[in-house]
Protein backbone atom coordinates (compact mmCIF):
# COMPACT_ATOMS: atom_id res chain seq x y z
CA UNK A 1 0.00 0.00 0.00
CA UNK A 2 1.54 3.19 -1.15
CA UNK A 3 1.82 6.06 1.35
CA UNK A 4 -0.64 9.51 1.25
CA UNK A 5 -2.10 11.89 2.89
CA UNK A 6 -5.88 9.72 2.76
CA UNK A 7 -3.96 6.68 5.10
CA UNK A 8 -1.46 8.75 7.27
CA UNK A 9 -3.12 9.45 10.75
CA UNK A 10 -3.57 12.42 13.57
CA UNK A 11 -4.74 11.81 16.99
CA UNK A 12 -6.51 14.53 18.78
CA UNK A 13 -7.05 14.54 22.28
CA UNK A 14 -9.53 16.29 24.08
CA UNK A 15 -10.40 16.70 28.04
CA UNK A 16 -12.50 18.36 30.04
CA UNK A 17 -11.03 17.42 33.77
CA UNK A 18 -12.21 18.96 37.39
CA UNK A 19 -9.64 21.52 38.82
CA UNK A 20 -11.93 22.51 41.30
CA UNK A 21 -10.08 20.88 44.46
CA UNK A 22 -6.07 20.78 44.31
CA UNK A 23 -5.66 17.43 44.12
CA UNK A 24 -7.90 17.42 40.86
CA UNK A 25 -5.59 20.54 39.70
CA UNK A 26 -2.49 17.81 40.94
CA UNK A 27 -3.95 14.91 38.34
CA UNK A 28 -5.15 17.44 35.57
CA UNK A 29 -1.03 19.16 35.23
CA UNK A 30 0.00 15.06 35.64
CA UNK A 31 -2.23 14.17 32.81
CA UNK A 32 -1.70 16.73 30.54
CA UNK A 33 2.61 16.50 31.28
CA UNK A 34 2.14 12.49 30.60
CA UNK A 35 0.50 13.46 26.91
CA UNK A 36 3.32 15.50 26.19
CA UNK A 37 5.42 13.00 27.21
CA UNK A 38 4.20 10.58 25.57
CA UNK A 39 5.17 13.11 22.23
CA UNK A 40 1.42 15.09 21.98
CA UNK A 41 1.98 18.83 21.35
CA UNK A 42 -0.16 20.86 22.91
CA UNK A 43 -2.66 22.79 20.89
CA UNK A 44 -5.19 24.32 22.72
CA UNK A 45 -4.92 24.18 26.88
CA UNK A 46 -6.93 20.81 26.28
CA UNK A 47 -6.80 20.04 22.99
CA UNK A 48 -3.86 17.59 22.08
CA UNK A 49 -1.71 16.63 18.77
CA UNK A 50 0.17 13.63 17.63
CA UNK A 51 0.95 12.54 14.72
CA UNK A 52 0.44 8.47 14.35
CA UNK A 53 1.95 7.11 11.08
CA UNK A 54 -1.27 4.61 11.13
CA UNK A 55 -4.48 3.36 13.19
CA UNK A 56 -2.76 0.48 14.11
CA UNK A 57 0.27 2.29 15.39
CA UNK A 58 -2.20 5.11 17.29
CA UNK A 59 -3.39 1.75 19.41
CA UNK A 60 -0.84 1.97 22.08
CA UNK A 61 -1.25 5.57 22.59
CA UNK A 62 -4.68 4.69 23.10
CA UNK A 63 -3.72 2.33 25.44
CA UNK A 64 -1.26 4.37 27.54
CA UNK A 65 -4.02 7.31 27.79
CA UNK A 66 -6.61 4.86 29.43
CA UNK A 67 -4.20 3.51 31.98
CA UNK A 68 -3.31 7.15 32.74
CA UNK A 69 -6.52 8.66 32.96
CA UNK A 70 -7.61 10.78 35.93
CA UNK A 71 -10.83 9.02 37.81
CA UNK A 72 -12.72 11.69 36.93
CA UNK A 73 -13.57 13.89 33.79
CA UNK A 74 -13.88 13.35 29.92
CA UNK A 75 -11.38 12.48 27.14
CA UNK A 76 -12.46 12.34 23.74
CA UNK A 77 -10.01 10.63 21.24
CA UNK A 78 -10.43 11.72 17.54
CA UNK A 79 -8.34 10.28 14.19
CA UNK A 80 -8.10 11.75 11.62
CA UNK A 81 -6.31 11.30 7.91
CA UNK A 82 -2.80 14.03 7.34
CA UNK A 83 -4.81 15.23 4.32
CA UNK A 84 -8.03 15.87 6.72
CA UNK A 85 -5.11 17.70 9.20
CA UNK A 86 -3.81 19.91 6.60
CA UNK A 87 -7.73 21.17 5.88
CA UNK A 88 -7.61 22.39 9.25
CA UNK A 89 -8.13 26.10 9.72
CA UNK A 90 -6.79 28.19 12.92
CA UNK A 91 -7.38 31.39 13.70
CA UNK A 92 -5.42 33.16 15.83
CA UNK A 93 -5.25 36.64 17.24
CA UNK A 94 -7.57 37.06 13.87
CA UNK A 95 -4.57 36.09 12.17
CA UNK A 96 -4.92 32.90 10.06
CA UNK A 97 -2.34 30.08 11.53
CA UNK A 98 -0.53 27.51 9.17
CA UNK A 99 -0.80 23.90 10.73
CA UNK A 100 2.68 22.03 11.15
CA UNK A 101 3.78 20.09 8.34
CA UNK A 102 3.52 16.36 8.49
CA UNK A 103 6.82 14.63 9.93
CA UNK A 104 9.44 12.58 7.74
CA UNK A 105 8.53 8.72 7.62
CA UNK A 106 11.56 7.11 8.40
CA UNK A 107 11.87 3.58 6.09
CA UNK A 108 13.87 0.79 7.62
CA UNK A 109 15.24 -1.61 5.09
Known amino acids: MSVTGYNLMWMMVMFDLPVTEPEERKRATAFRNFLLDDGFEMSQFSVYLR ?4 REQALPFVK ?30 RKPVLMHETPDQLTLF
Not at 51 to 54: A, D, L, S
Not at 73 to 82: C, N, V, W, Y
Open 64 to 93: RIRSNAPQDGKISILFFTDKQFGDIITICN
Open 51 to 54: FCGT
